[in-house]
């Protein structure tokens, strides 16, 4: 976890765990071993600036509300991906679901969530 001049900045890693978390979010998150974040509060904020930050890459209107992933069928790839991840959907099921260059899809939508949650100058490393 960074932070800077007093601002958190997320990175795609932290976007990763809250991804494969999603589904048990407030049981906790453990971004580094043997660290759990257990706070109600924390863990909301973590969920609530994941969801804008899914919302804001594509076009389907994602309102944490999961169902089946079929159901998502008409979001745009770039939240597809992510979603698969949450569902925790292989590289091999979505290989049969016409997805292609996965790693590369996938690195570049959470590339674009930490844009969207850290403002456009995030290509610098903290």
Known sequence: MVWRDDKFYYSTRILKVIAENYTSLYDG???????????PWALAEYKADFDVA???IGQGNWTSN????????YFDRLQQIIIADIFGITDYELEGLGFYSIPRLRGYAYFQMVKVLN????????
Request: hydrophobic share 25%; aromatic share 10%.
């Open 29 to 39: 998150l453990e971004f580094r071993s043997g660290q759990l974040i257990s706070n």
């Open 54 to 56: 899914l919302q804001t």
């Open 119 to 126: 403002g456009e100058d995030s290509n610098e490393r903290p």
């Open 66 to 73: 999961l169902g089946k992933f079929k159901d998502y069928h």
